[in-house]
């Protein structure tokens, strides 16, 4: 009887956590199972067909608001396919009523709740017996036995990669060094858990050691890093201080950071860190609606002190659709959002999860929301669908014109003239096309020096795009830059590998192809800083952050 474990993550580069937890927990218990990995990007006939490859006789599914109507689709092709095969679902979807859930999903064999790496071994161990699972946690159509089982320690689980000789170098990986949260907020299914478990720092250091000489980024999934900032920060040292290039990503409470965490992430080796802050609102009725009692203004201070050290790589979260916040009111949040200058902001509509205590606003006539997965809101009393209409139109903008390219010189100097929000407006309205050249365009009316923005948009095409033609509204100087690049590399070596010491050693040919020169106005190299110059090397070669190099030519 062979038990496959369906994971079906949110997309191509994510691996899942929760998976190879409980895999190596069945592993470990002498049950073993296969896991067959996908994501949301595939069809269900794709998946399900590996999946037939397989022949499961029990296939158990991690549930997520992201995949839950391809795993239904999934679930019913093979139920179809297979009527003896045994359906098992756990994950955050198994929630609320499961009356209902059995009710409408007549494939389904058994449901768990509660933590999987006590639940599913229980289940399995009880099935391969031939006996009927009846351990906590485990629902079946006749009888329900809710969700209280729960890891006493989480230095009890086994290491969740150490059955993985290689893993993918392109992939995210997750890690988990705490469980639960210490806040409540009211949209969080993570609120509902009392406490904070901690594996033992000397467990994790050994795991993070072994994992980041495998993987290029973990993530921690840690509901908040920092909740507790002193065994944060010492991870942290731990962490840049460990050898390779491994990035690390964090969700962490600003508010929460001291003097002590800015010393220490001050340390150039922190541009291996990424942190993922959540904001919100800033709207104080909407935080208290949403059971968020942290000081916005103190928030994005201490953001904007962190972006301004210029090491760690920050992310800011906005949600849309808050209680008592109205478009206008959002439109706020996301100026002050923009005005700390995170690397990235994510702007994420509300979702009304099952089970959480926002869950009672689906009683509420004022509020439109989605009743299946992934259970966004579309309208509220203070925010119609028109409205959310246009944030997501901003927010595909946002995505394009600034996550997508970083935080560039042309964004900035425009973002002196216009808030962001009306920035965002007329991006929106900017069409297909090259992103510098469409910023150019839209505005270079509300700018008082549109020559300086066509310029600045030359300058962040020429260092973003390594092979690209300039777009003819920014192209300058004929063929010029290339001629007076040729010359650069063919003549003095030695010259040239002052001007590029991270070159030095490779050949002329080499260094060429992945270089770019652009020649600037004084205004341009003044407004950069540059006002020596009048040239910039792009080496595309370098990444972002050290690709520029100004020099003169003649
Ligand atoms: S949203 Fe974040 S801080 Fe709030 S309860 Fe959930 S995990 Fe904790």
């Given at each position: 009887m062979k038990a496959v474990l369906l994971a079906v993550n949110a997309s191509f580069s994510h691996t899942s956590l929760a998976a190879r937890y409980l895999a190596a927990a069945c592993v470990e218990q002498g049950l073993p199972l296969s896991l067959v990995e996908s994501n949301i990007n595939e069809r269900a006939e794709v998946i399900t067909a590996r999946l037939v490859k397989e022949e499961p006789a029990i296939l158990l599914c991690s549930v997520y608001i992201w995949n839950r109507r391809l795993v239904e689709d999934i679930c019913t092709r093979l139920c179809t396919m297979y009527p003896q095969i045994t359906i098992v679902w756990g994950g955050p979807e198994v929630n609320g009523s499961l009356e209902d859930m059995f009710s409408r999903l007549p494939f389904l064999t058994y449901l768990c709740q509660g933590e999987g790496e006590e639940v599913l071994p229980a289940l399995l161990a009880a099935l391969w017996a031939g006996r009927e699972p009846s351990g906590v946690g485990i629902s079946s159509r006749q009888s329900h036995r809710g969700a209280s089982a729960k890891v006493a320690s989480l230095d009890t689980l086994p290491d969740p990669y150490e059955n993985e000789a290689i893993l993918s170098p392109v992939k995210i990986h997750y890690f988990e060094s705490s469980r639960g949260c210490p806040y409540s907020c009211a949209y969080c299914l993570s609120a509902r858990e009392e406490g904070v478990r901690y594996m033992s720092l000397g467990l994790a250091k050994a795991r993070l050691a072994a994992l980041s000489t495998k993987v290029k980024l973990i993530k921690f999934v840690d509901r908040t890093f920092n909740a507790d900032p002193a065994r944060a920060r010492e991870l942290w040292q731990y962490l840049l201080n460990l050898p390779g290039d491994c990035r690390f990503h964090f969700e962490i409470c600003a508010h929460l950071l001291t003097e002590q965490d800015f010393a220490l992430l001050d340390d150039p080796r922190a541009t291996r860190f990424q942190f993922e802050v959540g904001l919100q609102s800033t709207l104080p009725s909407a935080l208290t609606a949403i059971n968020r009692p942290m000081r916005p203004d103190l928030v994005l201070a201490k953001v904007e002190r962190l972006v301004a050290q210029v090491k760690v790589e920050v992310h800011l979260d906005l949600i849309a659709g808050?209680?008592?916040?109205g478009k206008s009111e959002f439109l706020g949040s996301l100026n002050a959002a923009m005005a700390a200058r995170p690397h990235r902001l994510h702007l994420g509509f509300l979702k009304i999860l099952p089970g959480t205590t926002l869950s009672a606003l689906k009683d509420n006539h004022g509020y439109g929301i989605l009743p299946y997965a992934p259970y966004e809101v579309l309208r509220t009393p203070v925010m119609s669908p028109r409205d959310f209409a246009e944030l997501k139109e901003l927010e595909r903008a946002l995505e394009r014109f600034y996550n997508g390219r970083g935080s560039t010189a042309a964004l900035s100097y425009a973002l002196q003239f216009l808030p962001p929000s009306a920035l965002l407006a007329k991006l929106a309205l900017s069409g297909e096309g090259l992103v510098e050249e469409k910023l150019y365009l839209a505005l270079c009316g509300d700018v008082p020096e549109p020559e300086l923005l066509r310029e600045l948009c030359r300058f962040d095409f020429l260092a973003l795009e390594p092979h690209r033609q300039l777009p003819p509204s920014l192209a300058s100087g004929g063929g010029e830059e290339g001629r007076l690049l040729r010359e650069i590399i063919y003549g003095d070596i030695e010259q040239l590998w002052r001007l590029l010491p991270k070159s030095r050693g490779e050949k002329p040919g080499s260094i060429l192809r992945s270089l770019r020169l652009g020649l600037f106005g004084q205004q341009t190299m003044e407004h950069l800083g540059f006002a020596a110059s009048n040239a910039f090397i792009f080496d595309h070669s370098r990444p972002v952050s050290e690709r520029t190099t100004p020099l003169t030519v003649t």
């Amino acid at each position: 009887m062979k038990a496959v474990l369906l994971a079906v993550n949110a997309s191509f580069s994510h691996t899942s956590l929760a998976a190879r937890y409980l895999a190596a927990a069945c592993v470990e218990q002498g049950l073993p199972l296969s896991l067959v990995e996908s994501n949301i990007n595939e069809r269900a006939e794709v998946i399900t067909a590996r999946l037939v490859k397989e022949e499961p006789a029990i296939l158990l599914c991690s549930v997520y608001i992201w995949n839950r109507r391809l795993v239904e689709d999934i679930c019913t092709r093979l139920c179809t396919m297979y009527p003896q095969i045994t359906i098992v679902w756990g994950g955050p979807e198994v929630n609320g009523s499961l009356e209902d859930m059995f009710s409408r999903l007549p494939f389904l064999t058994y449901l768990c709740q509660g933590e999987g790496e006590e639940v599913l071994p229980a289940l399995l161990a009880a099935l391969w017996a031939g006996r009927e699972p009846s351990g906590v946690g485990i629902s079946s159509r006749q009888s329900h036995r809710g969700a209280s089982a729960k890891v006493a320690s989480l230095d009890t689980l086994p290491d969740p990669y150490e059955n993985e000789a290689i893993l993918s170098p392109v992939k995210i990986h997750y890690f988990e060094s705490s469980r639960g949260c210490p806040y409540s907020c009211a949209y969080c299914l993570s609120a509902r858990e009392e406490g904070v478990r901690y594996m033992s720092l000397g467990l994790a250091k050994a795991r993070l050691a072994a994992l980041s000489t495998k993987v290029k980024l973990i993530k921690f999934v840690d509901r908040t890093f920092n909740a507790d900032p002193a065994r944060a920060r010492e991870l942290w040292q731990y962490l840049l201080n460990l050898p390779g290039d491994c990035r690390f990503h964090f969700e962490i409470c600003a508010h929460l950071l001291t003097e002590q965490d800015f010393a220490l992430l001050d340390d150039p080796r922190a541009t291996r860190f990424q942190f993922e802050v959540g904001l919100q609102s800033t709207l104080p009725s909407a935080l208290t609606a949403i059971n968020r009692p942290m000081r916005p203004d103190l928030v994005l201070a201490k953001v904007e002190r962190l972006v301004a050290q210029v090491k760690v790589e920050v992310h800011l979260d906005l949600i849309a659709g808050l209680p008592s916040e109205g478009k206008s009111e959002f439109l706020g949040s996301l100026n002050a959002a923009m005005a700390a200058r995170p690397h990235r902001l994510h702007l994420g509509f509300l979702k009304i999860l099952p089970g959480t205590t926002l869950s009672a606003l689906k009683d509420n006539h004022g509020y439109g929301i989605l009743p299946y997965a992934p259970y966004e809101v579309l309208r509220t009393p203070v925010m119609s669908p028109r409205d959310f209409a246009e944030l997501k139109e901003l927010e595909r903008a946002l995505e394009r014109f600034y996550n997508g390219r970083g935080s560039t010189a042309a964004l900035s100097y425009a973002l002196q003239f216009l808030p962001p929000s009306a920035l965002l407006a007329k991006l929106a309205l900017s069409g297909e096309g090259l992103v510098e050249e469409k910023l150019y365009l839209a505005l270079c009316g509300d700018v008082p020096e549109p020559e300086l923005l066509r310029e600045l948009c030359r300058f962040d095409f020429l260092a973003l795009e390594p092979h690209r033609q300039l777009p003819p509204s920014l192209a300058s100087g004929g063929g010029e830059e290339g001629r007076l690049l040729r010359e650069i590399i063919y003549g003095d070596i030695e010259q040239l590998w002052r001007l590029l010491p991270k070159s030095r050693g490779e050949k002329p040919g080499s260094i060429l192809r992945s270089l770019r020169l652009g020649l600037f106005g004084q205004q341009t190299m003044e407004h950069l800083g540059f006002a020596a110059s009048n040239a910039f090397i792009f080496d595309h070669s370098r990444p972002v952050s050290e690709r520029t190099t100004p020099l003169t030519v003649t």
